[in-house]
């Protein structure tokens, strides 16, 4: 398989949290580059806007995304 990310991702396992309208969701963050990461929640992906705030606390970071991809338990996201 050809990769055609514009950057490489690189496997992590930080636990995050996905905020929006001052409530915050719980997920792990499973990769992670410079563009965009893909995140893995313990409930249905369906209750996630399309558009959120990402916190990994364990790196200090806020980041604003959107979600470009989605599956039962994960989503792919861009930062904006």
Do not use: Q, W
Request: proline share 6%.
């Amino acid at each position: 398989m050809v990769e055609t990310r514009v950057s490489p991702r690189y496997r992590v396992m930080k636990p995050a949290e996905i905020e929006h309208g001052g409530d915050r969701i719980p997920c792990t963050v499973r990769d992670l580059s410079v563009t965009g990461a893909a995140l893995e929640v313990s409930d249905s992906t369906r209750m996630i806007p399309e558009k959120f705030t990402l916190v990994v606390p364990e790196d200090g970071l806020k980041l604003s995304c959107r979600v470009v991809r989605r599956t039962n338990f994960r989503i792919g996201v861009e930062f904006e």
